[in-house]
């Protein structure tokens, strides 16, 4: 995204430092940021009242990331939770059978649980799907949900483009399509927790249709569940707050 630098700079908000390309390795929400990106919420259908409420509330263990400042960052706990909301919503929007949509939505829980900190990080996807497949059992017995191969390679491939699949890749992606656009959508979706609006979500790149009800309960789920959290609820109780409103009853 830009230049990281090795730690924040205190006095300083995300925004100010994504403008200066000073962004840190770890990098936290703050209130102005959020406030910046509350006052700038996509155009949008209202939520149709046929949707699911609530999805599945799957929040990925603390413990389950690759090092702990990350599980409170901005690709954490919290982004982990709401991109397996949203990859539920889409699933129920493209009438996939709900059992398969918490299989793969557990999955997407975890897709950045391997990331080494908050820029780019090549590979994370990979070593995710890795450590999912040897830790599987950890997560199906807090989630309540095995995990089929769809769903590995699904994080295997999330953070990798299309058109850069090595033929292996591309060979997987061909059996398993829909799962993977699946969370490449929901997790394209959540880039309104990001703070710059050029870095939000970018529809055309998605190979899923994207219903247009999509981006503005997307952000009303970042703006509602980082507001939680920062008034000092736990990320359990920020996602239950946040899916109660945002979704209609």
């Known amino acids: 995204m830009t230049t990281s630098t090795p730690r924040p700079e205190p006095g300083r908000t995300l925004r100010e430092l994504a403008e200066a390309g000073r962004l840190a390795n770890h990098q936290l929400m703050d209130r102005p940021t959020l406030d910046r990106i509350a006052r700038n919420r996509p155009a949008g259908a209202r939520v149709p009242a046929s949707l699911p409420h609530p999805p599945a509330p799957l929040i990925p263990d603390a413990t389950w990331f690759a090092r702990t400042e990350t599980a409170s960052s901005i690709h954490g706990v919290l982004h982990g939770a709401r991109v397996a909301a949203l990859l539920q919503l889409l699933a ?3 009438r996939i059978d709900p059992a398969r949509a918490r299989t793969l939505a557990a999955a997407a829980a975890c897709h950045d649980c391997r990331r080494l ?3 780019a990080d090549p590979g994370h996807g990979r070593r995710a799907a890795d450590w999912l497949t040897a830790h599987g059992h950890l997560v199906t017995a807090a989630l309540g949900t095995p995990f089929a191969p769809e769903a590995i390679t699904a994080v295997a491939l999330h953070d990798v483009p299309h058109e850069a699949f090595t033929g292996a890749e591309a060979e997987a992606y061909r059996r398993h399509r829909l799962a993977v656009d699946l969370l490449k959508a929901a997790d394209a979706l959540d880039r309104y927790r990001l703070p710059l609006a050029r870095w939000w979500p970018d529809l ?4 899923l249709p994207v219903p247009d009800w999509a981006p503005p309960l997307a952000h009303d789920l970042v ?3 980082e507001r939680a959290r920062l008034n ?4 359990a109780r920020a996602i239950e707050l946040a899916l109660h409103t945002v979704l209609p009853e």
């Open 117 to 119: 900190d908050d820029c």
């Open 92 to 94: 129920h929007h493209h």
């Open 232 to 235: 000092g609820a736990t990320d």
């Open 204 to 207: 055309r790149r998605l190979r």
């Open 223 to 225: 703006v509602r569940s």
